[in-house]
């Protein structure tokens, strides 16, 4: 039972180059989400999954986009990256929508040059 | 002015001592409020969770919510060096399809052994 697990670990990127983070769990979680952890800032919603086939917006989805085409698996894709989206990035996901259950992944460091 | 706000610290205590760690807030729609804690390079992990006013208290940990305050706070009795950590408060309300987390930013406690 590895929880959530993320893919990459680190990644460096350069400005306009495209990538796609991977989160997985095998908990049988409905609901999943990608935060974004940045200095001072605290974790921030960027969009999360109510369940396969569905996502919706959370406080910071400007400039990435995700899908959910199996229940285990969140992707957030971002499509051209900017230095503004350094950051770490954890994967939670939820057996319901009560928030209070969210379990995390390890991250991934991303730099953008 | 941001709706969670959380001294970043950093706070240093020798070993045994009572840490108290505090969060306010000023969204009153907030219902539920839990502590993480996030070990360096690691994802964040659910300490403690309630969703009223008073006191819960789990083995060294007691959460305490201020609801009419709109304060909240965490203490560790007898610190040790492995509680070492960033402590994250989260909150959310009721509404939504999924319960939504604001996070304060963290307070990095380093317990002295």
């Known amino acids: 039972n590895a929880g959530v697990t993320q893919t990459p670990k680190f990644r460096v990127l350069k400005t306009g180059q495209s990538m796609t983070l991977l989160c997985a769990q095998d908990?049988?979680?409905?609901?999943m989400y990608w935060y974004r952890q940045d200095p001072g800032m605290g974790l921030r919603l960027i969009h999360y999954?109510?369940?396969?086939?569905?996502?919706a917006k959370g406080e910071v989805p400007d400039g990435y986009n995700v899908s959910r085409l199996k229940k285990q698996n969140f992707l957030l894709g971002l499509e051209s990256a900017a230095p503004s989206q350094t950051s770490v990035y954890f994967c939670a996901s939820s057996y319901s929508g009560g928030a209070e259950t969210q379990y995390f992944g390890p991250g991934t460091r991303l730099l953008v040059l | 002015q941001k709706e969670v706000e959380q001294d970043p610290g950093p706070l240093s205590v020798p070993e045994g001592a009572i840490v108290s760690l505090n969060c306010t807030y000023s969204n009153s729609a907030f219902q539920y409020f839990m502590w993480y804690r996030q070990y360096s390079r690691k994802g964040p992990e659910l300490l403690m969770y309630?969703?009223?006013?008073g006191n819960k208290e789990d083995g060294r940990f007691t959460a305490q919510v201020d609801k009419s305050s709109k304060y909240i706070s965490l203490f560790i009795r007898d610190s040790q060096p492995s509680d070492s950590a960033t402590y994250l408060c989260?909150?959310?309300?009721?509404?939504?399809?999924?319960?939504?987390?604001?996070f304060g930013s963290g307070t990095q406690l380093t317990v002295l052994p």
């Open positions: 999954s109510v369940g396969e086939g569905t996502t």
């Open positions: 989260a909150m959310s309300s009721t509404s939504g399809s999924a319960r939504q987390l604001t």
């Open positions: 309630t969703y009223s006013s």
């Open positions: 908990m049988n979680h409905e609901y």
